[in-house]
């Protein structure tokens, strides 16, 4: 009923640039924030970047200065533009959607949801 894809992953040269996308589909009624988490080869994940639907956000503090998290509320779309690549950045990204309420049928359902992933190469 509720599905996240994400796009835009891929192979780049440090210091470039890439732009990650994410949209949740489905009967939704409301989606409480949503972000970025990454998760690299033997590392646990983390989160890189969330933005709330007042778009209040919120940074690792190793991509700050760096990503921008920006979500399109209408669209049920947050993106990720990350500038200023470095090789430490590799990793698959994903999408997670907090508190997302859908309808299915007469009833309504909240939780987290989480989307498949994109893998992310920074290499020269």
């Known amino acids: 009923q509720v599905q996240l894809v994400e796009s835009g992953g891929g192979l780049v040269q440090p210091g470039g640039s890439l732009r990650l996308s994410c949209a949740a589909s489905g009967s939704i009624f409301s989606i409480n924030a949503m972000g970025w988490y990454r998760q690299a080869p033997g590392k646990q994940r983390e989160l890189v970047a969330a933005?709330?639907?007042?778009?209040?956000?919120n940074y690792a503090d190793s991509v700050k200065g760096r990503f921008t998290i920006s979500r399109d509320n209408a669209k049920n779309t947050v993106y990720l533009q990350m500038n200023s690549l470095k090789s430490e950045d590799t990793a698959v990204y994903y999408c997670?959607?907090?508190?997302?309420?859908?309808?299915?049928?007469?009833?309504?359902?909240?939780?987290?949801?989480w989307g498949q992933g994109t893998q992310v190469t920074v290499s020269s």
């Open positions: 933005i709330t639907s007042s778009g209040s956000t």
């Open positions: 997670n959607a907090d508190s997302l309420t859908y309808y299915r049928g007469s009833h309504s359902y909240t939780g987290d949801y």
